[in-house]
């Protein structure tokens, strides 16, 4: 038996030993032949097929390619994917129509064209679409669980109040709110949806800059302004730094009649004939101001989100506010089929040029300013404004000369302004 035990144990024990000095011999060969191959010159290396090829993966046909697997990926793709131009798009139909209805509460009188009369409703039923991407509808809930906590400030003109409703009565679909602060003449005022703790405001002050204004029973200043163009608007400087977020914005009261003032010296006057004052263009007054404007904010330190909305076009036809001009139109106009007036391209222009420069300056300064022009967009919804809707069935009660106030700088609640909304969520709630 031990005899036995030790033959087979021996048996066992030599054929493995003979396996391993196989397998290392192979492993040996293999790797003598490497470094043979690689010390050689590269004239006499043998062109050889990989010996294990690449592992591939097909992408799809329309890309007509093959990526290898170690090929590594760029590890932020997003940087190879260009950024959503929500101002390049297309009115389209929208059969779900507006958000909300005429009977919101906040809309101004004047901007409620169906309440006022207005028979046509097609211009409810469009909605702003991107060309390249998608813009989803205003969710109000969203907006606002995301706005827990935070203040918001629209600053300007009647065109801000106009925005501020459109956005009140979005939110209003989903949360209540309550005034905690209103100015007399309703031009300022302040809602808090306590459900959330969020806080909105609306500022009038549609130079931006401090203005000496005395104006009729109808708001139409009835002597020429006192515009300092070196000092900032009271009525917004000393909150600025309290919100989160603001949209600033001004405009068209540049063209009225004004005194110029800077370092509390006068300059000139812009259309004041009665006057011996040195005569100056708007446009001297509403590049100053914007710079002036512009140039605190880059250097403020604010730490929240801050907007500069370029100014919105009029659509008045065969004259303007003052001499009978209208707006009849009915449905939006597509891109090349209206040109934007000599004027407002002034303005806008001036916008552009300024603004552009402060936030290259602001981004520096880690001041988070942006501009946001819906001038595009606007510029095609020459059926958006009240008309003669802005007055309680206008044609009943016509003048002595059967002539009747056309509103065609205004915008229509529900209407096309309500896109604004759709696009500043996208730009402050999706990033």
Avoid at 345 to 371: H, P, Q, T
């Amino acid at each position: 038996m031990r005899i036995d035990y030790l033959k087979h144990g021996f048996g066992y024990k030599h054929k493995n030993l003979i396996l391993k000095l196989v397998v290392i011999t192979f492993f040996f060969g293999l790797a003598f032949k490497l470094v043979f191959f690689h010390s050689l010159p590269q004239k006499f290396v043998p062109l050889l097929e990989h010996t294990f090829p690449e592992k591939t993966t097909i992408v799809p046909e329309h890309q007509n390619t093959l990526v290898s697997e170690h090929v590594p990926e760029n590890e932020d793709q997003s940087t190879n994917t260009e950024k959503c131009d929500y101002l390049s798009g297309d009115w389209v139909p929208n059969p779900k129509g507006p958000l909300y209805s005429e009977n919101c509460n906040h809309i101004e009188p004047y901007q409620n064209c169906l309440k006022n009369g207005r028979p046509d409703r097609e211009f409810l039923y469009w909605k702003w679409t991107p060309r390249k991407c998608d813009l989803p509808s205003f969710d109000p809930y969203k907006f606002l669980n995301a706005m827990r906590n935070k203040t918001w400030a629209l600053i300007g003109d009647s065109i801000t109040r106009n925005h501020v409703k459109s956005l009140m009565c979005m939110l209003s679909t989903v949360g209540q709110s309550v005034v905690v602060y209103e100015e007399k003449g309703f031009k300022s005022k302040t809602w808090h949806f306590s459900s959330f703790n969020f806080t909105l405001s609306v500022i009038w002050s549609p130079f931006l800059v401090e203005a000496g204004i005395v104006e009729d029973i109808n708001g139409v200043p009835n002597s020429e302004i006192e515009l300092h163009l070196d000092k900032l608007s009271s009525k917004w400087k000393n909150q600025f730094m309290n919100f989160d977020y603001i949209i600033l914005s001004c405009g068209k009261w540049f063209l009225r009649s004004a005194i110029y003032y800077e370092n509390d010296t006068i300059l000139g006057c812009h259309s004041c004939p009665k006057s011996n004052l040195k005569e100056l263009e708007f446009t001297f007054a509403y590049r100053k101001a914007i710079k002036f404007v512009l140039n605190y904010i880059v250097s403020s330190h604010h730490k929240g989100m801050i907007f500069y909305r370029t100014f919105t076009p009029d659509h008045f036809e065969n004259g303007e506010w003052s001499n009978g001009g209208t707006c009849n139109r009915t449905k939006p106009v597509k891109e090349g089929e209206m040109e934007i007036k000599y004027l407002n391209k002034m303005l806008r222009d001036i916008e552009l040029m300024e603004v552009e420069n402060a936030v290259i300056e602001a981004s520096r300064n880690g001041v988070n300013l942006k501009v946001v022009d819906f001038v595009p967009l606007s510029l095609l919804r020459p059926d958006g404004h009240p008309g003669p809707y802005r007055e309680f069935h206008p044609f009943d009660k016509k003048d002595k000369n059967g002539n009747v106030q056309n509103d065609c700088l205004h915008w229509c609640l529900p209407g096309p302004i309500d896109s604004w909304n759709d696009i500043l969520m996208e730009m402050v709630v999706n990033g």
